[in-house]
């Protein structure tokens, strides 16, 4: 056991990188870009950490309200902006898309050195990344695991188009709309307890823990397997009167030890998506978010949290779904398109599958 311990405690992120991009020269320029996510996620840890010392709680005083009406807290803001910037300076971006900005956004291949004397020549970056950047916010200034979700996908050549209700797709948004199965990496980033980073770079999931005495995220599970079954079910069941029947006949089934395991499951529920999804990752059992009488399409969105966790989970050996559809597989229309979600251990959405009359 130490010895397994002892060979991976040395494996850093920068470290894992440069040998996944040796072992796979076409992720080259990928490297950078997590050297950017890793800065941001430090950087962000330490603002949601210290915000009741520094001021950073609650909203903006000016009462500034998202493009999806949510009121955005101080935090949004600001961890918005670092992993902006982080990502901009990459010079790897073609587009950013975020939760907390109205449209995705062209990164200029221009973006100005502030010293002259290692200005660069950039050339336009070929990926686009679709990000979170405070998900779960709402609980951040009760001292409750936020996150951090993103996802990177490769340019996809898009032009404008002009869709036959008349109204235009601009070459960022074309760019962005892309299904989650063509994602090239996803992960997230859990401030809780510890500060993890775990991710997909399509061939498993691997978990990194930030070691504060080195100030390096640390390989602490290099390939996540998550249980094909769990006994845990996570879902906000204030709204179960308005679920479709499929869910809660399986939700009474787990609740009353009369589903397909004939096992009374725990109910477990953060209200914070990364963490939700953590625990799900190592525990096993269910996690989602589904449609409801309120929120007809559910309230997850599919590009920067369904999509990315959606394919950590199945790089994992779970399951993603609406109850109907693959989440992978579903072509967004809109940056900001919420879906349904469950996902967790491939037993488990499968038995909840079957109820929807669903075989995978
Ligand atoms: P946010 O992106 O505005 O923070 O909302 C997303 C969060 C998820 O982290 C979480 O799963 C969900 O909202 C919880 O919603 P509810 O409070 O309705 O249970
Ligand atoms: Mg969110």
């Known amino acids: 056991i130490f010895t397994e311990v002892c060979s991976q405690t040395g494996i850093t992120l920068s470290r894992f990188m440069i040998e996944a991009t040796v072992a796979n020269p076409q992720l080259a320029e990928l490297e950078s870009i997590f050297s950017a996510i890793e800065t941001a996620g430090k950087t962000i840890s330490n603002l949601v950490r ?22 955005q807290k101080k935090l949004d803001v600001i961890t918005n902006d670092v992993l902006k910037n982080a990502l901009k300076f ?10 907390e900005e109205d449209a995705p956004v062209e990164v200029d291949d221009d973006v100005e050195s502030r010293y002259d004397s290692i200005l660069v020549e950039r050339t336009a970056g070929q990926y686009v990344a679709v990000f979170d950047p405070l998900d779960g916010s709402s609980n951040v200034d009760a001292g409750i695991p936020t996150g951090t979700i993103f996802g990177i996908f490769e340019d996809s050549n898009a032009e404008c188009e002009v869709l036959p209700d008349g109204s235009i797709v601009d070459e960022c948004l074309g760019k962005t709309l892309q299904p989650g199965a063509n994602l090239v990496a996803a992960g997230y980033i859990l401030y809780s307890s510890s500060t993890f980073l775990c991710f997909t770079l399509g061939a498993g999931t691997h978990m990194f823990t930030y070691d504060e005495h080195i100030g390096e995220f640390v390989l602490t599970d290099p390939d996540v397997k998550i249980p094909s079954r769990g006994k845990i079910y996570s879902f906000n069941e204030a709204n179960c009167q308005e679920w479709d029947e499929p869910l809660q006949k399986y939700v009474n089934g787990v609740r009353t030890g009369t589903g397909e395991t004939s096992t009374k499951y725990s109910s477990r529920y953060i209200g914070s998506m990364v963490g939700d999804v953590h625990r799900t990752l190592l525990y096993g059992g269910l996690f989602g978010y589904p449609a409801d009488k309120k929120n007809v399409c559910g309230k997850l969105r599919l590009l920067y949290e369904a999509a990315p966790m959606s ?9 993603a779904s609406t109850g109907r559809t693959r989440i992978l597989d579903i072509n967004p229309t809109n940056v900001h398109q919420r879906v349904p979600v469950v996902l967790g251990s491939a037993d488990d959405v499968s038995e909840l599958l079957g109820l929807y009359g669903e075989t995978d």
């Open 311 to 319: 394919f950590i989970v199945e790089q994992a050996g779970g399951k």
């Open 90 to 99: 990459t010079g790897r971006m073609g587009v950013l898309a975020s939760e």
């Open 50 to 71: 210290r915000s009741s010392l520094t001021g950073l709680t609650g909203y903006l005083d000016s009462g500034n309200v998202n493009v999806q009406g949510e009121e």
